[in-house]
């Protein structure tokens, strides 16, 4: 089956604008948590949605939000963007919190803020 | 709180050397451990995993086995070779909880 789909791979931004970015589960899975990658920070979690709440929270300002529809399709939005943004965004899906202990991740969203 | 420790690197081997990455956490009750791989511009692929105290995960030629009384989960693999090139991450899991992630140990083998 497929497997977790980001959108877009690769984009561009400028300072002070917005970025949405979109994750597709793998099917049947119900939770979607969201990690920003850096050079010099590592992997940092942002945030999981399932059944379409916010379950957690990573700490992060909150230009970053993100939100999950009925379908566990999920999207994440940073606004008034930084140059300190410039990351990889990973999605990363899962059957549930309380249904499976394994976590399948989407090749991710390369953003740029210049 | 649940953390995860493991050795940044990076790493740097020379085809058909062993390789032992170290992994060691901090977790109430019993966590699930993990492997996972990041080769260059890619996401995490899962390499393996251990659900229960002494299991071994196994996996393209890595294992690792879950030692609780070590609080280890210790990755190795006996004859690296060039394309096992990538970072590695340690996790932990536990129920109802988020995964929390160790720092990644970058691993480069030489021909």
């Known amino acids: 089956k497929a497997g977790v789909t980001q959108t877009p791979r690769y984009l561009i931004k400028t300072r002070g604008q917005q970025v949405t970015l979109s994750c597709s589960p793998i099917?049947?899975?119900?939770?979607v948590s969201w990690y920003q990658q850096t050079p010099g920070q590592g992997l940092q979690f942002l945030f999981e949605?399932?059944?379409?709440?916010?379950?957690n929270k990573g700490n992060f300002p909150g230009r970053f939000s993100g939100r999950q529809f009925s379908n566990s399709r999920s999207e994440m939005n940073v606004s008034t963007l930084e140059l300190g943004d410039s990351a990889l965004y990973l999605c990363?899906?899962?059957?549930?919190?309380?249904?499976?202990?394994?976590?399948?991740f989407g090749e991710g969203s390369w953003l740029t803020v210049v | 709180g649940n953390s995860v420790t493991q050795m940044e690197g990076p790493v740097t081997l020379s085809e058909e050397a062993f390789l032992t990455i170290n992994c060691t956490y901090t977790?109430?009750?019993?966590?699930?451990l993990f492997w996972y791989v990041q080769y260059p511009g890619e996401g995490l692929q899962l390499l393996l995993k251990?659900?229960?105290?002494?299991d071994k995960g196994s996996n393209k030629g890595f294992e690792a086995t879950y030692r609780k009384e070590t609080t280890s989960f210790h990755l190795e693999k006996g004859s690296v070779q060039v394309s096992d090139s990538a970072v590695y991450f340690c996790?932990?899991?536990?129920?109802?909880?988020?995964?929390?992630f160790g720092p990644g140990t970058r691993l480069s083998v030489l021909p």
């Open positions: 990363a899906s899962s059957l549930g919190p309380y249904e499976g202990n394994t976590i399948y």
């Open positions: 099917s049947g899975h119900r939770s």
């Open positions: 949605y399932f059944s379409e709440t916010q379950r």
């Open positions: 977790a109430t009750g019993y966590p699930s």
């Open positions: 251990a659900t229960k105290a002494d």
């Open positions: 996790a932990l899991y536990n129920y109802g909880q988020n995964f929390v």
